[in-house]
């Protein structure tokens, strides 16, 4: 893998995902890392960037962030002295990886002594030409995931099906909601439902509350399998360790739903 090599050409029409929940085991590393397969299986180029101090994504894509991981951008009470192109590493062909580890607590804490630290992710995503950068949120509503949010143009909700995390997205609303005064432009891309089981009538109730309360419910479930844990143990997402399986399917179908008004604007332009 190279942490030099870098797309070149230049995507006005970029986009920057959150993918965020404050409930952990909700799938925001699966998604993220299999949602960007997807979108480069597509012929987009994709930065992920790692979040979250625990480097689940990093470690997913064996990726080694020492002296090399995303602290070394955001710095602490001070700025970072590396740019996310300095740390980049390629996992393959238009795919790249902005990495972490656990030196990233210290950015937790150390921006809480610092002017604009809100923003700090959002100006070191400045000028990274991708057609989609999606950042992988630790699970807290912490500095850490505010910055991940004022950097973002949508944020994605995955949301397993059970009844404590249905509780949780009241809570992430109410702070999507305080964001929007300094990202007035955030939009909610919608909530993604996962670990669905279509036998269980609790994951059916769940689905069916968020529904009736008038939630943004994507049309695409993701079920619990064993073939995850087993992709990220061959350093790979489900695309290409189980090509044909039906939650590779599922985010195939969610990259579709998202990248289809990309290709829409592109076309109209003559890009």
Do not use: W
């Not at 987009?44 to 790692?50: E, F, G, N, Q």
């Not at 509780?167 to 609303?173: D, H, K, N, P, S």
């Amino acid at each position: 893998m190279s942490s030099t090599d870098s797309p070149d050409i230049a995507q006005a029409n970029r986009r920057v995902i959150a993918i965020a929940n404050q409930k952990g085991g909700v799938g925001k590393t699966t998604t993220t890392l299999t949602l960007g397969a997807a979108l480069v299986e597509r012929g987009r180029s994709v930065l992920l960037v790692d979040l979250d101090p625990q480097g689940s994504l990093t470690m997913a894509l064996g990726v080694d962030a020492e002296s090399n991981s995303l602290y070394e951008v955001l710095g602490a009470t001070t700025s970072g002295t590396k740019t996310i192109r300095d740390i980049a590493h390629q996992i393959a062909p238009r795919f790249f990886l902005a990495p972490s580890d656990i030196s990233l607590s210290r950015s937790e804490s150390g921006l809480m002594l610092r002017l604009g630290r809100e923003s700090v992710l959002k100006r070191a995503l400045d000028g990274c030409l991708f057609d989609y950068v999606l950042i992988d949120c630790l699970p807290s509503l912490g500095i850490l995931t505010i910055n991940a949010l004022v950097a973002a143009d949508q944020v994605l909700i995955p949301t397993s099906c059970e009844y404590l995390a249905l509780r949780g997205i009241a809570l992430f609303y109410q702070t999507l909601h305080e964001v929007q005064s300094i990202n007035p432009s955030l939009q909610v891309l919608g909530i993604l439902p996962t670990f669905y089981d279509s036998r269980l009538l609790h994951s059916r109730e769940i689905l069916q509350a968020m529904t009736d309360r008038g939630l943004p419910v994507l049309d695409v479930q993701v079920g619990r399998s064993v073939r995850f844990p087993e992709a990220s143990l061959a350093g790979e997402s489900i695309l290409t360790y189980a090509r044909d399986h039906p939650s590779a399917e599922a985010y195939r179908r969610l990259a579709e739903t998202i990248d289809e008004p990309q290709k829409t604007q592109a076309t109209q332009s003559g890009t």
